[in-house]
């Protein structure tokens, strides 16, 4: 390939002959850069308070949340971290069979979830 002139954007392939002009596009293809697609109040969308969730809060040291479907386990404890300030040492997920993602939270020791189930979350 050779340059012509001074002007570096226009190519000349020497094998074939053909000239290659640079890219002079009339707009740019994404007018603005669009906000995350998931922040925090999309992820969580609620703790879960049926029977077998208030067991594991209280014998696991485990809080309960159905989240976006499309949110990851880094997501999940992020916005838990912004929204609730909860440290968490693990979560577990499955999809439940109505499409809803469930989120299991193992809070650390140093935290009762009883505590926050009651104050951040209003939920015993």
Request: aromatic share 4%.
């Amino acid at each position: 390939m050779k340059v012509l002139g001074s002007v570096k954007a226009i190519w000349i392939n020497t094998i074939n002959r053909t000239l290659t002009l640079s890219r002079a596009p009339k707009y740019h293809r994404s007018s603005i850069a669009h906000e995350p697609r998931l922040d925090e109040h999309k992820v969580v969308v609620h703790p879960l308070n049926t029977e077998s969730a208030m067991k594991l809060l209280e014998e696991n040291n485990t809080i309960v949340f159905i989240v976006d479907v499309k949110a990851n386990k880094a997501q999940i404890k992020q916005a838990l971290k912004k929204l609730y300030d909860i440290d968490v040492l693990k979560i577990n997920t499955l999809i439940r069979p109505d499409g809803k993602k469930k989120a299991f939270c193992k809070l650390t020791p140093d935290v009762d979830a009883l505590d926050i189930a009651a104050t951040k979350l209003a939920l015993v």
